[in-house]
């Protein structure tokens, strides 16, 4: 070899982190998977070989999709916390505790931590990320909001310098699903939830879902990320979609519209934080319109960068593993070379309450088909300054139902 060859440098071998994680269900399942099936292509890829050291379950007994090791399994996640063997700790079980509990003692033993739990993060996100940088480890929670769609790190990290104004996104998979199926298809309300849960689209308790109280969280962590609002779930208005019926999404399909459940997230003058969910009706050739089935999308709208539009699998475990399995290769690196994800939006944006937004509104009044009613009506309307953009009556039997849109 001449001396102006290129050194060749042997490659060296991957560095190892034991990996914990605390689930096995929808999301941990698609995870361990993934890292069983594909460490030393992830390796070969990043220099950081993961191994599963420790899979904490509730019931050790039950039949599982993904073959984990018997030894590595346990039903102590505080074990699996404690073993020093686990260096970084994955929590893909859910609900608020033990799941806060677990988290905690993890960061306090200096374990960097990643989750998938919105309901934890909406709730505790500030707390747990303060306990993060107390003790200068890693807090990630890409696939906290929108399943395997890159989003909290772009808000965090690409956007840092950015004046965002408004976030809007169809932010949760399993009512974006009914809504798809019981429009495209005329699937009843049932059926879809059936489907939704069916195919690991929803929360193990789905009234989350469809309340809009899983979206509502998801809208939180974006407030948090966008506008360095100090907004929790309790904060935002939810409406979820149990009251939609197919006669609704009939008459708005017959409007031009088509009903999606949205979050609503918006910057006032005054810098404080409008945040809210609830169905809205959207014009056909809206690019949220043709968002279907599991899939979410979420337009990000910055002085500067102007509209940004994020899209991909919102629910479902291997989109959403991919996401944590994103924060983990990240995690495992900086936890061998420094350096931390911890980047956050400084600021304590306050609420803009609900009753000072304003909106379009769809309403439907059933009343006595009579000389007069209309005009009642019609007079109450203007006696708040509403005014009516269309109306529709149909009606039997001397009943009249009435739909008005109105205008903003
Ligand atoms: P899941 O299917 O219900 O799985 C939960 C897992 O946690 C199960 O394996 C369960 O054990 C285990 N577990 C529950 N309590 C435990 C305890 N005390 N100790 C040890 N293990 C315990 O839930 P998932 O759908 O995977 O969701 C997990 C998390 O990801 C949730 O925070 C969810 O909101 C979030 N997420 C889910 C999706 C999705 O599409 N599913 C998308 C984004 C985020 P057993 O199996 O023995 O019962
Ligand atoms: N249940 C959630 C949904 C999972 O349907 O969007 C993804 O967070």
């Known amino acids: ?8 440098r042997p490659i060296e071998a991957a560095e190892r982190v034991g990996i914990g994680v605390i689930g096995c269900g929808t999301v941990g399942g698609a995870l361990i998977a993934a890292l069983l099936s594909r460490s030393t292509q992830i390796a070969d890829r990043t220099g950081t070989q993961l ?6 379950v509730r019931d050790l007994h039950k039949a599982r999709d993904v ?3 018997r030894e590595l399994l346990t039903d102590d996640a505080e074990e699996l916390v404690a073993d020093e063997n686990v260096e970084v700790v994955v929590e893909v079980m859910g609900t608020i505790e033990p799941a806060r509990s677990l988290i905690e003692a993890a960061l306090k033993a200096r374990k960097p931590v990643v989750t998938a ?3 934890l993060m909406a709730l505790a996100g500030a707390s747990l990320a303060k306990i993060a940088k107390e003790n200068d480890v890693d807090l ?3 696939a906290s909001v929108g399943g395997g ?7 965090r990290e690409s956007l840092a310098g950015e004046r965002i104004s408004r976030v809007v996104g169809i932010l949760n998979g399993t009512t974006n699903y009914i809504l798809t199926r019981m429009t495209e298809e005329g699937v009843e309300y049932k059926t879809a939830l059936d489907e939704a849960q069916e195919l690991g689209y929803a929360e193990a308790d789905p009234t989350a879902d469809v309340e809009g109280l899983d979206a509502a969280a998801k809208a939180a962590i974006i407030a948090n990320l966008a506008f360095g609002a100090s907004v929790v779930a309790q904060d935002v208005h939810p409406e979820g979609i149990t009251s939609i019926t197919a006669e609704d999404i009939d008459l708005a399909g017959r409007l031009g ?3 999606k459940l949205v979050a609503i997230i918006s910057r006032h003058d005054n810098g404080s934080a409008g945040v809210r969910v609830h169905p809205v009706m959207l014009p056909a050739d809206h690019p949220l319109a043709s968002v279907r ?3 979410n999308a979420v337009f990000v709208e910055g002085e500067d960068v102007g509209e940004l539009m994020f899209y991909g699998r919102g629910a479902g475990g291997a989109p959403t593993a991919s996401a944590v399995l994103g924060d983990l290769i990240d995690a495992a690196h900086n936890l061998r070379h420094g350096g931390s994800g911890r980047l956050a939006r400084p600021g304590n944006a306050t609420l803009w309450p609900l009753e000072e937004q304003s909106s379009a509104f769809y309403l439907t009044l059933d009343v006595e088909d009579a000389a007069g009613v209309l005009a009642a009506v019609a007079q109450a309307f203007g006696e708040y300054e509403v005014s009516i953009r269309s109306m529709e009556q149909t009606g039997v039997r001397g009943e009249a139902h009435l739909v008005f849109v109105t205008h903003e």
């Open 1 to 8: 070899m001449s001396e102006e060859s290129p050194q060749v």
């Open 51 to 56: 191994d599963v050291r420790r899979v904490a």
């Open 67 to 69: 073959d984990v090791p």
């Open 117 to 119: 739990n919105k309901e």
């Open 140 to 142: 990630l929670y890409e």
């Open 149 to 155: 769609i890159p989003l909290v790190r772009p808000l």
């Open 257 to 259: 519209y088509t009903v």
């Open 293 to 295: 089935l599991s899939f």
